[in-house]
């Protein structure tokens, strides 16, 4: 299991190398040459600010289920998953290792995947805010360039993120006896209706926690939640602005969109082949071959091969710690 993992995972990085080189030529290679180190240190630093958002989320949220760990491990627990999301088929790693390194340092496995719910449904909340705004802004025309303007839209986005929230945590009873019937009444789901069951109280003790939280806990986890993926959402514009390009924000935050889904579908791991296939395909209107290939290879650099990069050793000791601990309990 464990070389075939590899293979998949090495076939993955070469097919998401290739593809651009062979769609813009050796020159998008002299083109990614011609980024300084300025540019690409700024980039990273936003992968790593992601990263530490969504270590002070998932550490909020430990705290508030009475956990005691250090955010230095909640840290390595997060690059860890991370590393584990993009190097396996649909991202399936990512929260199995969430809940596997928390429940190995302390936490009980309902509370780990308690904490792992949670975190869905906030980013599941944010995108349903977010895309939406990203759709009008870029139906409109309407660009965000003046810094008021990205003050102004940061606010919207946070406010309607957290009414939606707050109204959706009002309601939840709704959805869920929604699910429970959808569980019950649909033939060719029936027999996944037990383990439906289990989700369905699952989710339901989940929100018991965030209804728990209070609500400047709650306004903070969004907060968290909202700077995590406005960072990781931006770095493409920012690429793009690196080559001199302009394209609307609206349509790179929706192309993201579509290109995460893209990695998810395709059983891949890191979505190697499709969401390069995908980013040539959607950026063609309004870039030439040469700076989407070179684009691409940055973009794929920052958010794929440095994810693997930085969280291969971070995961191999955060195993090791986890099953220490365990040993010694």
């Not at 895309?131 to 139906?139: E, G, M, T």
């Not at 040539?280 to 209107?285: E, F, H, I, K």
């Not at 955060?318 to 099953?323: E, G, N």
Request: hydrophobic share 55%.
């Amino acid at each position: 299991m464990k070389r075939s993992w590899l293979i998949l995972t090495a076939a993955s990085l070469l097919i998401s190398l290739t593809i651009p080189i062979l769609y813009g030529g050796l020159d998008s290679l002299h083109a990614v040459r011609t980024v300084s180190w300025g540019a690409g240190l700024l980039l990273l630093l936003m992968v790593l600010g992601g990263w530490l958002c969504n270590t002070a989320r998932i550490h909020l949220l430990v705290r508030a289920l009475g956990g005691s760990l250090r955010l230095r491990t909640v840290l390595m627990i997060v690059l860890a998953s991370e590393f584990a999301g993009v190097a396996t088929p649909a991202g399936a790693g990512n929260p199995a290792t969430y809940v596997v390194l928390l429940s190995r340092h302390g936490m009980s496995v309902s509370s780990s995947a308690a904490i792992i719910a949670i975190d869905r449904l906030t980013d599941l909340v944010f995108f349903g805010t977010a895309i939406p705004i990203a759709i009008l802004l870029f139906a409109l025309d309407s660009g965000i360039s003046h810094p008021l303007r990205i003050a102004a839209l940061v606010v919207v986005l946070f406010l309607l993120g957290l009414f939606a929230l707050v109204l959706f945590l009002r309601h939840y009873r709704c959805l869920a006896a929604l699910l429970g019937a959808i569980l019950l009444r649909t033939d060719r789901l029936r027999r996944f209706r037990l383990r439906g069951m289990r989700g369905v109280l699952r989710f339901r003790s989940s929100i018991q926690i965030l209804l728990e939280m209070g609500l400047g806990r709650l306004v903070l986890m969004y907060l968290y939640c909202l700077a995590h993926w406005l960072l990781r959402y931006s770095i493409l514009p920012v690429v793009i602005w690196i080559f001199g390009q302009s394209i609307p924000w609206g349509y790179l935050f929706v192309m993201q969109g579509v290109l995460l889904f893209l990695g998810q579908v395709t059983f891949v791991p890191g979505g190697g082949g499709s969401v390069e296939v995908g980013f040539s395909a959607l950026l063609a209107p309004y870039l030439s071959a040469t700076p989407t290939a070179a684009a691409l290879l940055v973009w794929r650099f920052t958010t794929f091969y440095w994810y693997l990069i930085a969280g291969a050793p971070v995961f191999l000791l955060a195993s090791a710690q986890a099953s220490k601990a365990s040993t010694q309990a």
